[in-house]
């Protein structure tokens, strides 16, 4: 394994499916070994490379990253802004690492390298706005304003040009509805956004010599003419080849009666089988509980789809002989080869209630009793932000 860079490292500025804001969907990803103190150090050196630094989405951004910094290395769960505004910390549930599965996933707290206290010393706007200008490019799942706003709101701290990739509708929505001269300065004509379309199931781009990136389409909710797609990045690493895969709100292809999803499990099932896929990152935006949220996931539908890539797995494997049975069969419930057993799972986007009790408590229960139920030995960890998981 090479040495100068093992192991993804997913940094979670924001995960909340909203009403709140500055918290909702933005994620960075960098190489483990490589701390944001010595990624943002290097910036004066080596002005224009391209550092091994990249956003997932952009619902939160210099607001988010300010306050993780100042946070710092704290291990008290009522730092955390997302268990803080709820109330039930006197519960079980106290511990922020009642919602990690640490089973293969390390977690950390990458943030408190850059503060003041650290020896990089800097005060946090000014750690924020350095590791924001160290990205080097921008995936975008979806053109909708919790996975974008940091994007739009945070531009005139841009001190070089952003490439920004997504797939085709959502570059169009991109250029037409926000850096359009009115709802935003076209910073596109003004050469500080450059948009990259890629394209479903073909194009494969490389980003900052460490990642090949692929897009696929996922459905979510309804709109005037067809269904509003979202996406999955599959990112791979050149070296190792190790890969993760990162959805943006969807929703499963029982609601949607859609197959994105199916040619999503069937194209990583070989990946999976091979041991070269073990992290998923996914929605799961609120418990089962009548009526669903429109073009979202739930604990039900999720398991519905982890079934689905079960399935793929074995019919890969076992060259498609247990085609005939149902994803929930029990011939996968009672199999000793548990192609997803120790597969990470990392849930994102719960949408925030009014209530004491935090919705995420709730979610990981559900999740975790369908697991047992179809014995899927699935590690399931609820996304918080300020952390990073190593994976
Ligand atoms: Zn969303
Ligand atoms: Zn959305």
Redesign the pocket.
Known sequence: MPTNHKRFELSILGCSGGPISSRTCAYLLKPANISYSEIILSIAEERGARKPLLAIDAGAGLTAISELVLEGDSKNPKDNFIISIYDDHQSQYEEFNFYQNTGNLEVSHPFACVGSKSSVSLAPLEASWKIINSITAYLIT?P?L??LSGLVINSPSFEDSKDVYGLPQTMNTIRSSLFNGHVWPDLISEGLINLHEISPYIDEHSMCDFYNVECFPVA?GDIQNGRFL?SAFLITDKLTQDSIIIF??LESDYSSSKDYNRKIWELISPLVLKDKLNTIIIECSTIDKPPPLY?HMTPTSLIRELLALRKYCFDKKFLQKTISHSAESVVYIQSEFQPLKAMNVIVTHVKEVPAAVNPRTLIFRQLNDLNCKYALGINFTIALPGLSYIL
């Open positions: 979806h909708h919790d996975h979510h979202s943006g709100d073009g």
